[in-house]
């Protein structure tokens, strides 16, 4: 090899060098000091990082102001592996705790919507048993008075029929010696008299009246009609001696037309 194309590789290799040395101690720098005209983005790229990586080191408020002499701290690469691996870690424990208190939100939210609708559910039950109470209770009072009114409907023909009873009482008590016959007979009445032309015209009441208007025991429309029974006995045996001779002849004369 010549001299002189030893000397020019010789050359070549210093200035390698020199880039590579350049290079070397560009990336080892710690501090860097900004020069007129510098940019953020220019000293970034001079030590091979982002400007994210310098604002993040330097705490800057602003990535597009930097002054003249000021001291920009550089980062080596364990430095922000971990800066990176931090910030990773901080993301994943908020993004932590985000989930945990949505979880606990919705948990809450859960246990809220359940105890109300269990009491919701629970009102709603001691609402129903309420009502099934109360309709218990009316049916209760409803059969209490349906129970208490049946005696008192059964007593009323009870009282009808006492009623029937002492009405029909002239007839069948006078047929069997009743006060109205008794007294018939004690003021000049006949047997005859009360059998054949008393039961027949009135049924033995005194106070009987037909449609036609008769009235009385012996069912005339003359005064001896009226009045108490002693009086209506007189009348009837002054009519039965006056018109047909005799209380026989009479009782005799109804017998065979029916009337008299």
């Known amino acids: 090899m010549s001299s002189k194309v030893k000397q020019t590789a010789l050359a070549v290799a210093g200035v390698a060098s020199v880039f590579v040395a ?23 790229n001079k030590f091979n990082m982002t ?22 701290e550089v980062p080596d690469s364990a430095d922000l592996a971990e800066t990176d691996i931090d910030a990773s870690t901080d ?3 908020n993004d932590a705790a985000s989930l945990a208190m949505s979880q606990a939100a919705s948990s809450a939210a859960a246990s809220s919507a359940a105890a109300a609708s269990s009491a919701a559910a629970a009102s ?32 009323a023909p009870a009282t009808s029929n006492e009623s029937a009873a002492a009405e029909s009482t002239p007839s069948s008590s006078n047929e069997a010696g009743g006060s109205v016959k008794a007294q018939f007979l ?3 009445g006949t047997e005859a008299l009360w059998s ?3 039961m027949p015209e009135s049924g033995g009441n005194p106070n009987a009246v037909s449609p036609n208007g008769y009235h009385g025991l012996g069912q005339t429309k003359e005064g001896w009609g009226s009045g ?15 018109r047909y001779g005799s209380v026989e002849n009479a009782t005799a004369f109804r017998q065979a037309n029916g009337w008299w």
């Open 228 to 242: 108490s029974v002693a009086s209506q006995t007189s009348g009837m045996v002054n009519y039965a001696t006056s």
């Open 51 to 72: 400007v994210d990586d310098l604002v993040k080191s330097n705490d800057l408020k602003d990535a597009n102001m930097i002054f003249v002499n000021q001291k920009i």
């Open 186 to 188: 004690a003021n000049g």
């Open 196 to 198: 054949s032309v008393v």
């Open 91 to 93: 993301s994943a424990a």
């Open 124 to 155: 709603s039950a001691a609402a129903s048993q309420a009502a099934a109470d109360k309709a218990a209770a009316s049916e209760a009072a409803q059969a209490d008075t349906t129970a208490a009114a049946e005696p008192a409907q059964q007593a």
């Open 22 to 44: 350049g290079s070397s101690i560009v990336n080892a720098a710690s501090t860097y000091t900004v020069k007129e005209g510098d940019t953020l983005s220019e000293v970034a």
